[in-house]
């Protein structure tokens, strides 16, 4: 069904595409946010054991003597102790004379007092934290500067950072696969509803033209609102070309029918054989063209149809029945004798109209070949399979016409003044194969044709 | 027999009159259905013939109003489409019988003699001819009490000849008024026909006789 239609993506992926990107973007947001806060956090809490450390052994400072002297309080480093065994660096400057420490840690600067420089340094490529503080003391000999630098490697610090992350991980991959789960669940209900809506589009029988009347999400009001104004549209102009073709019958055949009448009352009157011919050849012409007419519609309509039969149980020896009464009149005008052998049940799952059509042309055909004063058997048997056959006296098949007979617009090379079209063993060929079944044309021993549909 | 013919062509509707006149029944004609129904209330009729496109309506509503009432006067439906759709929906509103425009005289007639068969009592069908019963509608002939049943085409030729007793009637005429156009029907074969009804009426008073070169007529010997 989608075969010819052009396919551009699909909705239900794209939907779920859009929401597990979006999904994965929040998942890795949330991520990094979360990590960066931790790690600030966290660096807030060393900054601060850093800076305690150091406020407490600049607090030592003190001048005696006239010489900068400094108390280090053990506990000053013992603070600083961590599960990772952090290693940790001081160095001690009198204004720019380092007094103690590691001279590469750092190097003294002005600071604010009671202020705080908290900086990163390297060492063998390893980080480290430095805080740093200063304090003036005023000395018999002036004013002197002491600069503190406590620093501090990060494995802690690194340690905790990597153990949130890992969580912060975890709980993104979760979060993520949830929202994708849900994706998934949301794009395939949307999809299921625009199902729901096909399949209903796709059982409806040939001639159901009605509106949906099903309730449908609002997004898909609109299309269903259209396609029901479509569904309108269509039964308008099918109407309407209905109400065209019986119009431009009843325009058409009326006045032929005016004139075949004329004609033939005319015909009544008139002795000159020149006169009697052409009026002969007139009313020829019209059965002709309305014989024609009719069976142009009545293919169509089995070409129509036979893409989409209207199955119902047809009972085909009720049908042959209704059809030979229906005919008895015509073959009583040439005296013709229909006789029927009907084996019931003759049951057959098909479209009636198409069935009735079929064996209409193959009746009227045995009628119009078959001489007059003779019989015209019409058999329907349901073993082994189910068939109908249509037996006339007539002059039978060309041997070398038989395979061509049931193509369109061919008709027989000797059938003299008879009437016909070309096209009644087609449309009896097309709705017997759109049954599943076969068309059979022989000629019975004893001169006549025999047509036979086997279903 | 007395027809009732609704059709608004009127050309065609005088075509179609005459040529049932030619036949020697009478025929009154409605344009409209209200002139149809004016028609029916105030007259009896054998057969109705019924146009479906009528300028104030559908021929199918008259039908239906036809079949409502009760009556019972068959209906033959002239139609111009041809559809077998068409065709069922017809006969499921009471039509006795339907027939597609162009139609051919000779069909519209066995038609009509099949349906009169169906629906009526043959009583009043009977004519009696000297010692001769005949009846058109069944088809049956009584010649000193022995029934003959008459096939259609010698059935038709009698008829016509009764109908027009003493008439003489050249071959070529038998067959343009018995026959239909698509039936190849050779002058020698009303011959044949002739013959079997000189045989059927032996005996009796009703004489087919042969003036060469001009035709045959019927005789009433009494």
């Known amino acids: 069904m989608t075969s010819d239609v052009v396919v551009s993506g699909?909705?239900?992926?794209?939907?779920?595409?859009?929401?597990?990107?979006?999904?994965?973007?929040?998942?890795?947001?949330?991520?990094?946010?979360?990590?960066?806060?931790?790690?600030?956090?966290?660096?807030?809490?060393?900054?601060?054991?850093?800076?305690?450390?150091?406020?407490?052994?600049?607090?030592?400072?003190?001048?005696?003597?006239?010489?900068?002297?400094?108390d280090f309080p053990y506990s000053s480093l013992s603070m600083l102790n961590t599960e990772a065994d952090d290693r940790v660096f001081y160095a001690i400057y009198e204004d720019n004379t380092l007094l103690s420490g590691y001279d590469w840690l750092t190097s003294p600067r002005d600071v604010a007092p009671e202020s705080t420089i908290f900086e990163n340094t390297t060492l063998k490529g390893e980080v480290l934290r430095v805080a740093s503080g200063a304090r003036t003391l005023i000395g018999s000999n002036g004013p002197r500067n002491v600069f503190v630098s406590v620093a501090q490697t990060q494995d802690a610090l690194s340690n905790t950072l990597n153990a949130i992350s890992r969580n912060v991980a975890f709980l993104g991959l979760g979060f993520f696969a949830m929202s994708s789960a849900l994706a998934i669940w949301?794009?395939?209900?949307?999809?299921?509803?625009?199902?729901?809506?096909?399949?209903?589009?796709?059982?409806?029988?040939?001639?159901?033209?009605?509106?949906?009347?099903?309730?449908?999400?609002?997004?898909?009001?609109?299309?269903?609102?259209?396609?029901?104004?479509?569904?309108?549209?269509?039964?308008?102009?099918?109407?309407?070309?209905?109400?065209?073709?019986?119009?431009?019958?009843?325009?058409?055949?009326?006045?032929?029918a005016t004139v075949r009448s004329h004609a033939e009352a005319t015909l009544q009157r008139v002795d000159r054989d020149e006169n009697r011919t052409s009026l002969q050849a007139m009313v020829r012409a019209i059965d002709e063209s309305?014989?024609?007419?009719?069976?142009?519609?009545d293919h169509a309509m089995v070409t129509f149809r036979a893409g989409n039969l209207e199955m119902v149980q047809v009972d085909l020896a009720d049908l042959l029945h209704e059809l030979v009464q229906s005919m008895t009149p015509v073959a009583e005008m040439k005296d013709i004798t229909m006789t029927m052998e009907l084996e019931r049940p003759a049951m057959l799952q098909g479209d009636a109209i198409l069935l009735q059509n079929a064996l209409r042309n193959l009746i009227d055909n045995a009628l119009k070949y078959a001489p007059a004063e003779t019989r015209v058997i019409i058999k329907a048997s349901n073993s082994p399979t189910?068939?109908?056959?249509?037996?006339?006296?007539?002059?039978?098949?060309?041997?070398?016409?038989?395979?061509?007979?049931?193509?369109?617009?061919?008709?027989?090379k000797d059938m003299g003044n008879t009437i016909g079209s070309g096209l009644g063993l087609t449309i009896a060929q097309e709705v017997v194969v759109a049954h599943n079944g076969s068309m059979a044309l022989t000629n019975r021993k004893g001169g006549g044709a025999c047509v036979t549909l086997s279903f | 027999m007395k027809y009732l013919l609704v059709e608004d062509n009127l050309e065609l509707a005088e075509a179609i009159a005459s040529r049932i006149r030619l036949d020697g029944h009478a025929v009154d004609h409605a344009a409209t259905i209200a002139d149809a129904r004016a028609f029916v209330d105030t007259g009896e009729y054998d057969l109705i013939l019924l146009d479906i496109m009528l300028p104030d309506g559908d021929g199918r509503t008259f039908l239906k109003q036809h079949r409502a009432a009760k009556n019972l006067t068959s209906v033959i439906v002239l139609t111009a489409r041809s559809q077998v759709s068409d065709r069922i929906g017809l006969l499921d509103l009471g039509a006795d019988d339907y027939l597609t425009k162009p139609f051919d005289h000779a069909e519209l007639q066995a038609r009509c003699r099949a349906v009169l068969r169906r629906n009526a009592g043959s009583a009043q069908s009977v004519q009696t001819i000297g010692d001769v019963d005949f009846d058109a509608v069944?088809?049956?002939?009584?010649?000193?009490?022995?029934?003959?049943?008459?096939?259609?085409?010698?059935?038709?030729?009698?008829?016509?000849?009764?109908?027009?007793?003493?008439?003489?009637?050249?071959?070529?005429?038998?067959?343009?008024?018995?026959?239909?156009?698509?039936?190849?029907?050779?002058?020698?074969?009303?011959?044949?026909?002739i013959g079997r009804l000189r045989k059927h009426l032996e005996g009796s008073q009703?004489?087919?006789?042969?003036?060469?070169?001009?035709?045959?007529?019927?005789n009433h010997d009494v």
């Open chain 1, 10 to 70: 699909s909705l239900r992926n794209r939907l779920a595409l859009i929401l597990t990107g979006g999904a994965a973007l929040l998942a890795i947001v949330l991520f990094i946010v979360v990590r960066v806060l931790t790690a600030q956090v966290a660096q807030q809490g060393q900054d601060n054991i850093l800076k305690a450390s150091m406020s407490s052994v600049l607090d030592t400072a003190a001048i005696r003597d006239g010489q900068v002297t400094l």
């Open chain 1, 186 to 256: 949301a794009a395939s209900t949307t999809s299921r509803q625009m199902r729901r809506l096909t399949s209903s589009v796709t059982r409806r029988g040939p001639q159901d033209l009605s509106r949906f009347t099903k309730p449908v999400p609002s997004e898909m009001a609109p299309l269903v609102a259209s396609l029901n104004t479509f569904m309108l549209r269509l039964d308008h102009s099918l109407t309407q070309s209905e109400d065209f073709i019986a119009e431009a019958a009843h325009r058409i055949r009326t006045p032929l």
């Open chain 2, 206 to 218: 009703l004489r087919i006789v042969t003036l060469r070169g001009l035709g045959y007529r019927l």
């Open chain 1, 290 to 297: 309305s014989r024609a007419a009719g069976q142009l519609l």
């Open chain 1, 386 to 412: 189910l068939s109908v056959s249509i037996y006339d006296n007539g002059p039978g098949f060309a041997v070398d016409e038989i395979e061509t007979l049931s193509g369109r617009f061919v008709r027989g």
């Open chain 2, 138 to 193: 069944s088809g049956l002939l009584r010649v000193n009490g022995n029934s003959i049943n008459l096939r259609n085409r010698e059935l038709r030729l009698l008829e016509l000849l009764i109908a027009n007793k003493g008439q003489v009637f050249s071959k070529q005429k038998l067959v343009d008024r018995l026959f239909s156009y698509n039936d190849d029907v050779s002058e020698n074969a009303i011959e044949v026909y």
